[in-house]
């Protein structure tokens, strides 16, 4: 047992809310306490407690897993309006728990004073903050997809007005203002890709604190008592080509699922007689218009098309085994998806649009193929390749490599938490608290 | 009113048939009593047009033109004067003796036959409950009264009758036939005949003819012997508003005339019989009133007249016995005590016939047409009114329009300024008349608090004088509010500037906003966290319309070292606000760790108020005003603000590099620059604006600085007496006091290595209203030029 004390935020605990940030916090914590550290999971929790004077409550016997009633946050600069649970109850937490080093898997829902209240609490120990998404610098949703519709470049006040023009541009400055000031108490940020990391660099955040490191997937187990993966699909009655292909996660808008559709129907008739898309995952939050679609072209273009529902997260090496690819057709810039983690883990080639975090982890013509993104036409010509060019599955399948394995991820944080603030400062690092608001870079 | 038909007057009569035929006739009321029929109505062009007018009550008929008296309604001529319809004579009066009305007669029926030939008849109610009667009468009080005169003596009897609810006075001389009328169809009426206390010798009544037409009119009385002619005051030449729809419009008979003057010695004794005597070449006629010579009795004949005569006339006697009285006491100061009680019932009466003055002017006459109106009054505090509206004055009409109050007069057409009125040009267009000027005008009307409220007199050239009470604006509206009415009218580039800015925007604003009254009763201070014991600046920062901009603020100095040693002041200066940000204080010094102190002035006192507010609790050498706007770049910049300032002698203000949010200059000094559209007064021009802030290092020398963000010892910001509260809402005071600092000789100067962003007028709060934004300044930049244009062009 070491002397570390590490307290992991969330935004949310993968138990009420299923999500990659989620998933990966959750799976940190687990190795961290797997590898002997006192590792505490601290997640959001959008309910009340039900205990009256504490917004903790416990989901574990020893108090490790602990759910955070934080009332809801302004959406607009993450600030939390009930302060009091941050500077009373939250510190009591800290002086409790007496942390070596703090994670924030997203600040979003807890509101950024967390962040300051850590630091305040200590101004020796490491915080290491997770970005998930770009909503530092992006009020949409922290996707940098414009509210009509357009993939953005960069946030700068201006261009954010004019997404919002409700919102003055000055307002998005002192936004911008707001959120680094709590950003320059964090030492080190967990930058799943690089995409992501560039993109904070470019918004002002010093790029020496900006790590990548990807979030760590369990190794997939070899299932006793069955082939090899790709013996399976050569075996197949139904498809003798490699024409089979998984869609998974959430099925959003957002998600690409509707160029999906579309591509479907743009394919020739007589390949649409021999492949076989499947549809895995939950469309909970999507809206009755964009279920209905879903729920309609699965009855009219099966068996080409089909959705097959929820699964399990323990479930999705089975699925992803079954077919010969994975689709990822989101329409904004993504960071690093789990879907491509899972499917590099069971070994299969992924389809995925051209841009961001995604292109980033997929190699086009190395692991996977890329396609415009937003574009069914040519998301049905990438379909049509993958599954009528003799041994291009084969080629693509034996470029993939196994995603960094949680053990190895967990094993680079700990570095960082015993390293302290010196590490940091050593390497002649900026001091928080004087990093530039990009206001004037933007000049 | 009597019933639905006819209770609508002239203006409101069917659509007649267009031309000098115009057929179009009315009965305004007709009351049975006993075996007579009252009857009051008009046909248009009674006198020119109608061959025949026959009134038929059952049976009866009552011959109009040869029976009925003659009622002049230029209320009728108005309103078919576009039809050709010309002179006054309209209206009668009938009393028609029916011998036996029968009960069921509910109407009665009026024929009318023209000269072109043209006929018509229309049928009315005839109104038999005393009730109603009595108060249709009421409402027709005045036209009865000024009948009386015109009426035969028989006439007047049953009208008597007819009158016994309403009071008419009708005395028993007027129910008496005249001694001699020497040949006049109409006798010498005296009305009024009294000696007020002064001695004042008021005395008024109707001639049997036309007072142009009188050779001598006099009074005598003991040894009394007084030409009345001299100094009369001829009633039928003040004018009636044409436009006003009721009774009082009635214009005078001809023969209307007052009389008041100032007796030379003592009242007669009353021993012998006292005579009004009038001559004209018709011949001579007297009458012998009793004056009323004891004061009470005097007094109450007096009052009583008043209440029966025209509001304008009215007005008209009561300042000629103003201004007797005042010759008088000037004569006698003794008497002044005594006269005390007449002076108080004049201003009374004068209060009230203001008060029944009608409110514009709309007169249309053969020589002349003049039309006032307006649009807004606004009271300037305890200073004056500030009016706007409209004026037209045909041209060769030269007009002068003026303020009268019992303490003097102001000539508001010598003051006033001009401005275009599109609408009204269409307005004028439409009734036939072209634009003559710049219709429209405002002016601030100086004056002191009044006992009696003020009224406008329109005096015409070629015409009569015409009287019209200027509307009384709520006491009730807040100065800031009326200011904001006042500027919602100015557009600087359609007016004379010079006059507008001297004559009415300066002193109406000035005394509107010196005349705030805060509740600083309401004032409160909370210090939240630990006061720094020692602090090497206190800061002011006024928060208006969003609190926000503290939360912003306290986040970014919370890292900041220097802030250690800080007093810092945030000045609430909106009462909304306050609630919600106190109440957000606990957690902002929780959260944050910044001690600061919460000040509430009571009230929203604008910007300098705020600051000075803040300033008198400053407990630092050094004090640094900053908006809530202004947001560090880095930590340190306070440190490196208070080293620039002391590393110079004689410092006066000193100022920061101020960026905009795209990282471009918005504040690196201030420079005096003439405006030109503004008459070239001086601006504040902020050089460099929106330019790239490459190069634009150390500390230099300026003329101001922003109040945005300036550093001043705090001991010298006490000297100097603070910013200044004179400018509305806030603009100017920063280079007021820098200005002020410069002549004391000290030199103001911006450290440009220190550099804050400012989100400029994110923290005004002025709104989005341009108009009153842009007249707000143009005030706020005249006040500072009255001030500082010499000294700038001295520095120059």
Same mark, same amino acid.
């Given at each position: 047992?070491?002397?570390?004390?590490?307290?992991?935020?969330? %935004?949310?605990?993968?138990?009420?809310?299923?999500?990659?940030?989620?998933?990966?916090?959750?799976?940190?914590?687990?190795?961290?306490?797997?590898?002997?550290?006192?590792?505490?999971?601290? *997640?959001?929790?959008?309910?009340?407690?039900?205990?009256?004077?504490?917004?903790?409550? #416990?989901?574990?016997?020893?108090?490790?897993?602990?759910?955070? %009633?934080?009332?809801?946050?302004?959406?607009?600069?993450?600030?939390?309006?009930?302060?009091?649970?941050?500077?009373?109850?939250?510190?009591?937490?800290?002086?409790?728990?007496?942390?070596?080093?703090?994670?924030?898997?997203?600040?979003?829902?807890?509101?950024?004073?967390?962040?300051?209240?850590?630091?305040?609490?200590?101004?020796?120990?490491?915080?290491?903050?997770?970005?998930?998404?770009?909503?530092?610098?992006?009020?949409?949703?922290?996707?940098?997809?414009?509210?009509?519709?357009?993939? !953005?470049?960069?946030?700068?006040?201006?261009?954010?007005?004019?997404?919002?023009?409700?919102?003055?541009?000055?307002?998005?400055?002192?936004? &911008?203002?707001?959120?680094?000031?709590?950003?320059?108490?964090?030492?080190?940020?967990? !930058?799943?890709?690089?995409?992501?990391?560039?993109?904070?660099?470019?918004?002002?955040?010093?790029? &020496?604190?900006?790590?990548?490191?990807?979030?760590?997937?369990?190794?997939?187990?070899?299932?006793?008592?069955?082939?090899?993966?790709?013996?399976?699909?050569?075996?197949?009655?139904?498809?003798?080509?490699?024409?089979?292909?998984?869609?998974?996660?959430?099925?959003?808008?957002?998600?690409?699922?509707?160029?999906?559709?579309?591509?479907?129907?743009?394919?020739?008739?007589?390949?649409?007689?021999?492949?076989?898309?499947?549809? %895995?995952?939950?469309?909970?939050?999507?809206? &009755?218009?964009?279920?209905?679609?879903?729920?309609?072209?699965? *009855? &009219?273009?099966?068996?080409?098309?089909?959705?097959?529902?929820?699964?399990?997260?323990?479930?999705?090496?089975?699925?992803?085994?079954?077919?010969?690819?994975?689709?990822?057709?989101?329409?904004?810039?993504?960071?690093?998806?789990?879907?491509?983690?899972?499917?590099?883990?069971?070994?299969?080639?992924?389809?995925?649009?051209?841009?961001?975090?995604?292109?980033?982890?997929?190699?086009?013509?190395?692991?996977?193929?890329?396609?415009?993104?937003?574009?069914?036409?040519?998301?049905?010509?990438?379909?049509?390749?993958?599954?009528?060019?003799?041994?291009?599955?084969?080629?693509?399948?034996?470029?993939?490599?196994?995603?960094? *394995?949680?053990?190895?991820?967990?094993?680079?944080?700990?570095?960082?938490?015993?390293?302290?603030?010196?590490?940091?400062?050593? *390497?002649?690092?900026?001091?928080?608290?004087?990093?530039? #608001?990009?206001?004037?870079?933007?000049? | 009113?009597?019933?639905?038909?006819?209770?609508?007057?002239?203006?409101?009569?069917?659509?007649?048939?267009?031309?000098?035929?115009?057929?179009?006739?009315?009965?305004?009321?007709?009351?049975?009593?006993?075996?007579?029929?009252?009857?009051?109505?008009?046909?248009?062009?009674?006198?020119?047009?109608?061959?025949?007018?026959?009134?038929?009550?059952?049976?009866?008929?009552?011959?109009?033109?040869?029976?009925?008296?003659?009622?002049?309604?230029?209320?009728?001529?108005?309103?078919?004067?576009?039809?050709?319809?010309?002179?006054?004579?309209?209206?009668?009066?009938?009393?028609?003796?029916?011998?036996?009305?029968?009960?069921?007669?509910?109407?009665?029926?009026?024929?009318?036959?023209?000269?072109?030939?043209?006929?018509?008849?229309?049928?009315?109610?005839?109104?038999?409950?005393?009730?109603?009667?009595?108060?249709?009468?009421?409402?027709?009080?005045?036209?009865?009264?000024?009948?009386?005169?015109?009426?035969?003596?028989?006439? $007047?009897?049953?009208?008597?009758?007819?009158?016994?609810?309403?009071?008419?006075?009708?005395?028993?001389?007027?129910?008496?036939?005249?001694?001699?009328?020497?040949?006049?169809?109409?006798?010498?009426?005296?009305?009024?005949?009294?000696?007020?206390?002064?001695?004042?010798?008021?005395? @008024?009544?109707?001639?049997?003819?036309?007072?142009?037409?009188?050779?001598?009119?006099?009074?005598?009385?003991?040894?009394?012997?007084?030409?009345?002619?001299?100094?009369?005051?001829?009633?039928?030449?003040?004018?009636?508003?044409?436009? $006003?729809?009721?009774?009082?419009?009635?214009?005078?008979?001809?023969?209307?005339?007052?009389?008041?003057?100032?007796?030379?010695?003592?009242?007669?004794?009353?021993?012998?019989?006292?005579?009004?005597?009038?001559?004209?070449?018709?011949?001579?006629?007297?009458?012998?009133?009793?004056? =009323?010579?004891?004061?009470?009795?005097?007094?109450?004949?007096?009052?009583?007249?008043?209440?029966?005569?025209?509001?304008?006339?009215?007005?008209?006697?009561?300042?000629?016995?103003?201004?007797?009285?005042?010759?008088?006491?000037?004569?006698?100061?003794?008497?002044?005590?005594?006269?005390?009680?007449?002076?108080?019932?004049?201003?009374?009466?004068?209060?009230?016939?203001?008060?029944?003055?009608?409110?514009?002017?709309?007169?249309?006459?053969?020589?002349?047409?003049?039309?006032?109106?307006?649009?807004?009054?606004?009271?300037?505090?305890?200073?004056?009114?500030?009016?706007?509206?409209?004026?037209?004055?045909?041209?060769?009409?030269?007009?002068?329009?003026?303020?009268?109050?019992?303490?003097?007069?102001?000539?508001?057409?010598?003051?006033?300024?001009?401005?275009?009125?599109?609408?009204?040009?269409?307005?004028?267009?439409?009734?036939?008349?072209?634009?003559?000027?710049?219709? @429209?005008?405002?002016?601030?009307?100086?004056?002191?608090?009044?006992?009696?409220?003020?009224?406008?007199?329109?005096?015409?050239?070629?015409?009569?004088?015409?009287?019209?009470?200027?509307?009384?604006?709520?006491?009730?509206?807040?100065?800031?509010?009326?200011?904001?009415?006042?500027?919602?009218?100015?557009?600087?580039?359609?007016?004379?500037?010079?006059?507008?800015?001297?004559?009415?925007?300066?002193?109406?604003?000035?005394?509107?906003?010196?005349?705030?009254?805060?509740? =600083?009763?309401?004032?409160?201070?909370?210090?939240?966290?630990?006061?720094?014991?020692?602090?090497?600046?206190?800061?002011?920062?006024?928060?208006?319309?969003?609190?926000?901009?503290?939360?912003?603020?306290?986040?970014?100095?919370?890292?900041?070292?220097?802030?250690?040693?800080?007093?810092?002041?945030?000045?609430?200066?909106?009462?909304?606000?306050?609630?919600?940000?106190?109440?957000?204080?606990?957690?902002?010094?929780?959260?944050?760790?910044?001690?600061?102190?919460?000040?509430?002035?009571?009230?929203?006192?604008?910007?300098?108020?705020?600051?000075?507010?803040?300033?008198?609790?400053?407990?630092?050498?050094?004090?640094?005003?900053?908006?809530?706007?202004?947001?560090?770049?880095?930590?340190?910049?306070?440190?490196?603000?208070?080293?620039?300032?002391?590393?110079?002698?004689?410092?006066?203000?000193?100022?920061?590099?101020?960026?905009?949010?795209?990282?471009?200059?918005?504040?690196?000094?201030?420079?005096?620059?003439?405006?030109?559209?503004?008459?070239?007064?001086?601006?504040?021009?902020?050089?460099?604006?929106?330019?790239?802030?490459?190069?634009?290092?150390?500390?230099?020398?300026?003329?101001?600085?922003?109040?945005?963000?300036?550093?001043?010892?705090?001991?010298?910001?006490?000297?100097?007496?603070?910013?200044?509260?004179?400018?509305?809402?806030?603009?100017?005071?920063?280079?007021?006091?820098?200005?002020?600092?410069?002549?004391?000789?000290?030199?103001?100067?911006?450290?440009?290595?220190?550099?804050?962003?400012?989100?400029?007028?994110?923290?005004?709060?002025?709104?989005?209203?341009?108009?009153?934004?842009?007249?707000?300044?143009?005030?706020?930049?005249?006040?500072?030029?009255?001030?500082?244009?010499?000294?700038?062009?001295?520095?120059?």
């Amino acid at each position: 047992m070491s002397a570390d004390r590490v307290l992991v935020l969330c %935004h949310a605990h993968p138990h009420l809310s299923l999500g990659g940030g989620e998933i990966a916090a959750y799976a940190q914590w687990r190795e961290l306490r797997r590898q002997g550290v006192d590792a505490m999971f601290l *997640a959001r929790a959008p309910m009340p407690s039900g205990h009256t004077g504490t917004p903790f409550t #416990a989901r574990s016997a020893d108090g490790r897993d602990m759910l955070f %009633h934080a009332p809801p946050v302004d959406h607009f600069r993450h600030s939390q309006p009930a302060r009091r649970v941050v500077y009373e109850s939250f510190r009591d937490l800290l002086e409790s728990f007496r942390p070596t080093a703090v994670h924030f898997h997203h600040y979003v829902h807890l509101g950024l004073e967390v962040v300051r209240e850590v630091r305040r609490y200590s101004a020796a120990i490491p915080i290491v903050m997770t970005l998930h998404d770009y909503l530092g610098m992006c009020n949409a949703q922290g996707q940098m997809r414009k509210t009509s519709g357009m993939l !953005c470049e960069r946030a700068a006040p201006l261009d954010c007005h004019c997404c919002f023009p409700e919102r003055s541009p000055q307002d998005f400055f002192l936004r &911008e203002l707001f959120v680094k000031s709590f950003f320059n108490l964090v030492d080190w940020f967990v !930058c799943p890709s690089a995409f992501l990391r560039d993109r904070y660099a470019a918004w002002g955040v010093p790029p &020496e604190r900006l790590l990548v490191l990807e979030n760590g997937q369990q190794r997939a187990a070899p299932r006793p008592g069955q082939a090899p993966p790709e013996e399976a699909g050569a075996g197949a009655q139904e498809a003798p080509a490699r024409a089979r292909f998984a869609v998974l996660g959430q099925l959003s808008e957002l998600k690409g699922t509707l160029v999906l559709l579309d591509a479907v129907n743009m394919l020739p008739k007589r390949l649409r007689k021999t492949v076989r898309i499947e549809l %895995h995952g939950t469309m909970q939050h999507a809206p &009755e218009d964009f279920r209905q679609r879903v729920e309609k072209a699965h *009855a &009219e273009l099966q068996p080409a098309l089909s959705y097959r529902g929820p699964y399990l997260p323990e479930s999705v090496d089975g699925i992803v085994r079954m077919v010969d690819w994975v689709i990822v057709p989101s329409i904004w810039w993504e960071n690093s998806p789990l879907v491509i983690q899972e499917a590099f883990r069971a070994g299969r080639p992924v389809l995925c649009s051209d841009v961001g975090g995604m292109a980033e982890k997929v190699e086009d013509g190395v692991n996977g193929l890329h396609f415009r993104v937003g574009s069914a036409g040519d998301l049905a010509r990438c379909i049509e390749r993958a599954a009528s060019t003799p041994g291009l599955w084969k080629r693509l399948r034996s470029g993939v490599r196994p995603p960094p *394995a949680i053990e190895d991820t967990v094993a680079s944080l700990l570095e960082l938490y015993r390293g302290g603030r010196s590490a940091l400062q050593g *390497a002649g690092a900026a001091q928080p608290g004087t990093a530039p #608001a990009s206001g004037a870079q933007h000049a | 009113m009597i019933a639905p038909e006819s209770s609508a007057f002239a203006a409101r009569a069917p659509a007649p048939a267009a031309g000098p035929g115009l057929l179009a006739m009315r009965v305004d009321f007709a009351h049975a009593l006993g075996n007579h029929l009252l009857v009051y109505g008009w046909i248009a062009g009674l006198s020119e047009w109608v061959a025949s007018a026959v009134l038929l009550v059952g049976d009866g008929e009552f011959d109009i033109l040869k029976d009925a008296a003659r009622v002049p309604r230029p209320d009728v001529t108005e309103n078919f004067r576009d039809q050709g319809l010309s002179g006054d004579e309209h209206g009668f009066l009938a009393l028609v003796e029916v011998p036996e009305l029968p009960a069921r007669l509910q109407t009665l029926r009026l024929q009318v036959y023209l000269n072109s030939g043209r006929s018509g008849e229309s049928t009315w109610p005839i109104l038999r409950d005393a009730t109603v009667a009595g108060a249709t009468l009421r409402a027709h009080e005045g036209t009865l009264r000024r009948l009386i005169p015109v009426l035969s003596v028989r006439q $007047r009897r049953v009208l008597a009758e007819f009158a016994s609810t309403p009071r008419l006075n009708l005395r028993a001389e007027d129910l008496k036939e005249p001694e001699d009328n020497a040949g006049f169809t109409l006798p010498l009426h005296i009305q009024v005949c009294c000696v007020l206390p002064g001695p004042i010798l008021v005395v @008024g009544g109707v001639l049997p003819r036309p007072l142009k037409e009188a050779t001598s009119l006099s009074f005598t009385w003991d040894t009394l012997d007084v030409d009345l002619l001299d100094g009369i005051i001829r009633v039928s030449d003040l004018g009636a508003d044409p436009a $006003r729809n009721d009774d009082e419009s009635l214009a005078y008979l001809p023969g209307s005339f007052l009389f008041a003057a100032a007796l030379p010695g003592e009242a007669p004794a009353g021993t012998s019989e006292a005579r009004v005597q009038f001559s004209c070449a018709q011949g001579t006629v007297s009458a012998r009133p009793q004056p =009323r010579r004891d004061p009470a009795e005097a007094q109450a004949q007096f009052v009583a007249h008043l209440s029966s005569i025209d509001p304008n006339a009215r007005l008209q006697l009561c300042e000629r016995i103003v201004a007797v009285l005042k010759d008088r006491v000037e004569q006698r100061p003794a008497a002044a005590r005594t006269l005390a009680g007449l002076r108080h019932l004049l201003e009374r009466q004068m209060a009230a016939a203001i008060k029944d003055l009608p409110e514009h002017l709309d007169a249309r006459g053969a020589r002349f047409t003049a039309k006032l109106f307006f649009d807004r009054s606004i009271r300037v505090a305890h200073a004056g009114s500030f009016v706007t509206g409209w004026f037209y004055a045909d041209e060769g009409s030269r007009a002068q329009v003026r303020f009268h109050t019992p303490s003097g007069e102001f000539d508001v057409s010598a003051a006033w300024v001009r401005c275009p009125r599109p609408d009204v040009d269409r307005h004028l267009a439409e009734s036939g008349l072209a634009a003559t000027e710049d219709q @429209g005008y405002l002016c601030f009307i100086p004056h002191e608090a009044l006992a009696v409220p003020g009224y406008l007199s329109v005096t015409v050239a070629s015409g009569p004088s015409f009287r019209i009470r200027v509307p009384v604006a709520p006491n009730s509206e807040a100065p800031v509010q009326s200011i904001r009415q006042i500027l919602e009218v100015i557009e600087p580039e359609q007016m004379d500037l010079a006059r507008l800015l001297d004559l009415h925007l300066g002193p109406a604003i000035g005394a509107l906003w010196a005349a705030r009254t805060p509740a =600083r009763h309401r004032s409160l201070l909370e210090a939240f966290g630990p006061p720094c014991p020692d602090p090497t600046v206190s800061i002011v920062v006024p928060l208006y319309g969003r609190h926000d901009f503290a939360d912003y603020q306290l986040a970014l100095w919370a890292d900041d070292p220097d802030f250690r040693n800080v007093d810092l002041i945030y000045v609430v200066d909106d009462p909304s606000i306050l609630p919600e940000f106190r109440r957000l204080c606990h957690d902002l010094y929780g959260m944050y760790g910044v001690p600061f102190t919460l000040a509430y002035p009571g009230d929203n006192l604008g910007f300098a108020g705020a600051t000075n507010h803040g300033a008198a609790l400053a407990r630092a050498p050094l004090l640094l005003l900053l908006n809530s706007d202004v947001m560090p770049q880095a930590p340190g910049w306070l440190g490196r603000m208070v080293e620039a300032l002391y590393a110079r002698p004689q410092t006066g203000v000193l100022g920061a590099k101020l960026l905009y949010e795209d990282g471009t200059v918005q504040h690196a000094g201030m420079q005096s620059m003439r405006y030109a559209p503004w008459r070239r007064m001086w601006i504040n021009d902020h050089p460099l604006k929106g330019m790239n802030p490459a190069g634009l290092t150390g500390t230099r020398e300026v003329e101001c600085v922003t109040a945005a963000c300036a550093l001043i010892e705090t001991a010298l910001y006490r000297e100097l007496g603070g910013l200044s509260e004179d400018y509305v809402i806030g603009d100017f005071e920063d280079s007021d006091l820098c200005h002020r600092a410069r002549a004391a000789g000290r030199v103001n100067r911006v450290a440009l290595d220190v550099c804050l962003y400012h989100l400029e007028r994110q923290s005004q709060g002025l709104g989005g209203d341009v108009r009153w934004r842009t007249g707000v300044t143009l005030y706020n930049c005249w006040l500072h030029n009255q001030r500082w244009a010499a000294a700038i062009e001295a520095g120059q």
